[in-house]
């Protein structure tokens, strides 16, 4: 399913995420299922393979927990000292409320110097934002320059992973793109030629650029400057032509000491795809001679998930994707089924947060099986809060009397042993009776592709009382 | 005017929010680097760099002309901060003129041995420009300069001294499409580091 | 010492061969339960479909019925987690003291961990059991991460696993690798019927690991995944057998 992750409310509130639903339609197309699960699958097995390599993995996750927590509880502190050494370093420093701020100080900022080129490494804040299609309504051309991100970028839909925008794509739908966008020889599927002409492409806007803007993997406190981590080199290049450089950064990645990033940037890229680090792992402490450099710092509903004492540790994030990667829901069903900016386990802690009626269904977009909370570098305790999301939407009312009416009936029954023992037998002389097409239906969704199973005879609390006899 | 507001305003926000103070965690325990641990260190980030996809040899200074040049057949456009290999290009200021640049040599400040990344650091923007410009990249490390792990490379670099500083490990690259690894993304299509002083590592 | 066996709802009316199993087996290795009546469900559906309000007094019920005992033996990993994590919120009413949830919670242990980690593999291997299959081992999500039933793998630390430990005591009994060892099965509670689609999806992909790799049977710490992975199994003419660790350990399995 094709769209943008990001909805521009036009009239009125948008509709409720139905992942379910998203994920139904996602399945429909089985072989597909299995390619893309397959795919994720094999990038947790690359982390698993990285992660063994290094002996104290599990003792440099809890580091990175402590630290994080450490800072997140420290931010204002942290935030001011940021802060002053940037401005020390020769940065400009702004602050945004919100994504409205922050989109249109970015836009002052390109404004103020006429410039009407933008090209832009990955920012999952920016996204949030919609910034893209803010600039591009004010007459500034915006080019991603992430190949994954610029191939959604021309197919006019969001990135499906943050790390990999376009995992959800085949090379032939890339093949396409690139037919349409870039002039390639139609049925040209080949990735190596296919990225042999996006580095041309790219190259181009590099050179033409007016002004680039960067997210930050991680802002430095101690010393006053922020690391961007790629592979491709697209960040740094719009950060060495233009003379104008934007780094936008959510207020959660302030972390205190240089020496912390060792802690991080061990964790990140085995989390992200089981390299070793990323091949530039780049780190800026100033503008270049006669450029510009601004730091934009964004609240954007993060205070407010400081302030849930339920949740705010879902603010450690380092966007590494490696929940998505391992999460089978996440893999069965792609990142557009959650209908946020941020998908898979974390955007399901982080998402309800800023809309609970909108985002409802995603924390129910999971067995709960953990694994997320095992892969997560960072420690959060991705499932502890999906439950907990859980109790708040249904607190919330965001619920069906439907689903109401049947969990009330059912804790009835389980308070009462005798009438719960009276039903059992109900149900299980009905199923025995019934016809296996009907059984099938009674038993609803449920139904469609399994079989109940076979009634016994007696329930074990019949056995027991028949042959040990009544034990209080 | 309302940059101080949103300013104020966040900050006032996050000193509300904030859950209860966490302590930060104690430092850890650096193993100690010895001596003779350093040719297996030499080995771990040749392998590591060699697994980014980096060609990796070693020599000494005197080598460093002949495995630059003999890598990059025909280097007419070369840039160079190396006094061993010698520019074609006259530096400008504007890093836009290194668009056609084929070959850019530089010296590294150490080493990584656990994940083969050279930390480069620089005020010189012409220099940064040219290692993400050129189509082909060379860096010198000294072997002896080799570190185990990052936490050693941050004890040794400070990394405020310069605008610019770099982990470089292997040639760019991108698995974007379908999950196929392309060397050669935006930045240079290849890297070859060359780690001189090897010899001087061998225990007697 | 005083011990109770918790047989969860589904187990009672479903699979009570396997709760037979479960208490044969204690039987044998000299362990005196109890199984009182009283407390019917652990109140995890509830809680994890979001009710954990509406679902608090079947939870607290399990409290007062177990309160009195030093083990609760739970015949399920997700009930035995449920109970850990969430009894303890359970307040004082009537003659339930503040400590009681907190104690029920500490005293409630999965009946493979407490064979493994309280009767030992030596004693469970004097049960003697046989099975002369290959089988697929499925240690239900809940009972290993949220027990440490067995290492996961994502998890960097030394590898353990005391369902193999136990199984290891059955002669005759042949383990298959799978490729993905743990996965979730996709039974998820009302994760089943709330996104059936996945839900069957994940299924089906276990079963396709399991017969790639020659399992001629699936053996599991939890009767829910089972119900999940057999009545996928049952439905696709899928020839699997599906039993508990228990039912391996009493000699019944497959046993009519």
Known sequence: MSQRSFELPVLGRPAPVDHAAAAAAFNADVARTDWHDDALWFVREKRDRAAALVPDWEDLRERASAIKEHALSHLDEYLVQFEANALANGMQVHWARDADEHNRIVLRILSDVGARRLVKSKSMLTEECGLNPYLEANGIEVVDSDLGERIVQLRKEGPSHIVMPAIHLTKEEVGETFHEHLGTPAGLSEPIALAGVAREHLRERFLAADATLTGMNFAVAETGGFVVCTNEGNADLGMALAPVHIASVGIEKVIPRAEDLAVFLRLLARSATGQAVTVYTTHVHGPRDGQALHVVLVDNGRTKQLAREEFWGSLKCIRCGACMNTCPIYRRSGGHSYGSTVPGPIGSVLTPGLDLERYASLPFASTLCGSCTAVCPVKIDLDGQLFRWRQRVIEAGYTSTTKTLSIKASVKLFDRPGLFRVAGALARFGLKIMPRSVARFVAGPWGRARDVPPAPGQSFRAWYRKNRGERS | ?204 | MTAALFIPCYVDQFFPHVAIAALTVLDRLGVRVDVPDGAVCCGQPSANAGYAREGRSTLERFVDVYAEYDRVIVLSGSCAVHVKHHAGEVVAHGSRTDRAGAQVAERTTELCTFLHDEIGVDRVASLGATLDKRVAVHIGCHALRGLGLARPSELQVRPFDKVRALLGTVRGLEIAELSRPDECCGFGGTFAVAEPDISVKMGRDRLRDYRRHDAEAVVSTDMSCLMHLGGLARRERIGLPMYHVAEVLAGTAGVT
């Open chain 2, 1 to 204: 005017m309302s940059v101080k507001e949103a300013r104020d305003a966040i900050l006032h926000a996050v000193r509300a929010a904030r859950p209860p103070a966490v302590a930060m965690p104690v430092a850890r325990a650096t193993p100690v680097a010895t001596a003779d641990a350093q040719p297996s260190m030499l080995d771990a980030f040749v392998d590591a760099s060699t697994a980014a996809g980096a060609a990796v040899v070693l020599g000494e200074r005197r080598d460093i002309a002949r495995l630059v040049t003999g890598g990059v057949a025909d280097a007419a456009n070369v840039l160079s901060t190396v006094s061993e290999v010698r520019a074609t290009v006259e530096l400008a200021s504007d890093p836009h003129a290194l668009d056609s640049l084929e070959l850019f040599v530089c010296s590294g400040t150490l080493g990584v041995a656990e994940n083969g990344a050279i930390w480069l650091a620089t005020s010189d923007m012409m220099q940064r420009a040219a290692l993400f410009l050129a189509t082909h990249v060379a860096i010198v490390v000294d072997a002896a300069s080799i570190v185990p792990t990052l936490h050693e490379a941050y004890a040794r670099i400070d990394i405020r001294a310069h605008p610019f500083g770099v982990f470089v490990a292997g040639p760019s690259k991108t698995a974007d499409i379908e999950q196929s690894l392309v060397i050669g993304a935006h930045g240079p299509k290849e890297l070859t580091v060359i780690v001189i002083g090897a010899s001087a590592l061998q225990t007697p």
